[in-house]
């Protein structure tokens, strides 16, 4: 079994728990929770209401649930209204838990909704995808997305735990592991080169045997970074880091409507955007940014964009990303491979260079 990790903050800790299943020790918290007068509640999607009906039932018994759609559209002011029904339904207190069972979107919506009911409750973290056990269940971050643009609308609000059990993998669309191998990927680049050595070497899949020990490591960069910049308030570096592909791939994800990617399928043409970016600004060489592309490939995920998408969409797209300070848009770029930096006042027909590489008309 993987040792477990404590992501450490000045107002909060919480621990990571590693395992294959985690049933026995979501039933194990139920009932200690339960014991204490603190009423729990579960919140998952369609899908893997589905796919995981046996886990659930295992593990939450009759606890209520709800089923919200699958996909992007649950992450919308509808959706969270539901969620905020559902709690005040079920008279959950200040003291109550809500049990997020699914991917990176259930968890953004259940843990936006968690911060803002009441003024604030409690919340678990049960990832089923790849992407959300090595990124997104973990730091806080949740959030809606608004016509406008994606994540424009969340809060900072950290889980009580999180129980990341790697047999949900098995199961797991082969698009889906993919998506959360650009995550995998990105944290190599920002901060660890012989993670991306070994991703380069050979890709990642359901049955590799290191396996949980990558999903740990992601975890365990992700928890360092936070806990130095929990609110991304770094001039330099710091949390934005880990938005590395982020900008380009935000861009893709709006400018498609959210229906012609998944979120690690955008990061993965982020990733080789940044790369080539990088080079044009004199830090990667020809060599290196086919190295960034080659690995995105090999990971069954695009590096440039599947049909031409407008440059001027795009751009626009780019100037309501959340790294927008004094009307600047700042990038995460790559100073080598396993070292990024944030950088700003980077010349707008640079950028449009790089869109038009990977397809932009």
């Known amino acids: 079994m993987t040792q477990g990790l404590t992501v450490e903050l000045a107002q909060k800790s919480y621990p990571i728990h590693f395992s294959q299943t985690a049933s026995l020790e979501i039933k194990n918290a139920l009932a200690e929770y339960s014991r204490a007068g603190c009423p729990s509640v579960l919140l998952t999607d369609a899908g893997v209401a589905r796919t995981q009906a046996e886990f659930l039932v295992q593990s939450f018994g009759t606890t209520p649930q709800l089923t919200v759609v699958t996909g992007e559209k649950a992450k919308s002011l509808e959706v969270f209204g539901q969620v905020q029904d559902f709690l005040a339904t079920n008279r959950i207190s200040r003291q109550g838990i809500l049990w997020i069972v699914g991917g990176g979107i259930p968890g953004d919506l259940g843990g936006f909704a968690a911060a803002s009911y009441l003024r604030g409750i409690d919340y678990m973290q049960v990832p089923t995808t790849l992407l959300a056990m090595v990124d997104s269940s973990v730091g806080g971050k949740t959030g809606l997305n608004l016509t406008a643009g994606k994540n424009l609308v969340g809060a900072f609000h950290h889980p009580r735990a999180v129980f990341i059990a790697t047999d949900f993998l098995q199961t797991l669309p082969p698009k889906e592991f993919a998506a959360g191998s650009a995550e995998i990927i990105k944290y ?93 600004l004199g830090y990667l060489s020809q060599g290196e940014v086919q190295r960034v592309e080659q690995t995105v490939l090999a990971h069954a995920l695009p590096a440039r964009l599947r049909e031409p998408l407008q440059l001027s969409a795009l751009m626009e797209s780019m100037q309501h990303d959340k790294k927008v300070r004094s009307g600047r848009l700042r990038f995460i770029v790559l100073k080598r491979l396993g070292e990024a930096a944030t950088q700003s006042e980077i010349d707008s027909a640079v950028v449009e260079s790089v869109w038009r590489e990977l397809g932009a008309v």
């Open 188 to 280: 190599g680049l920002l901060g660890d080169e012989a993670l991306f050595v070994r991703l380069e070497k050979t890709a990642l899949n359901p049955r590799s045997p290191d396996l949980p020990v990558v999903i740990r490591r992601c975890c365990e960069m992700k928890a360092d970074i936070v806990q130095a910049d929990e609110r991304e308030l770094a001039k330099e570096g710091g949390r934005a880091l880990l938005n590395l592909g982020h900008t380009f791939g935000h861009a893709i994800e709006q400018v498609t409507g959210f229906k012609s990617y998944l979120h690690g399928e955008a990061v993965g043409v982020g990733l080789a955007a940044v790369a080539r970016l990088s080079q044009k």
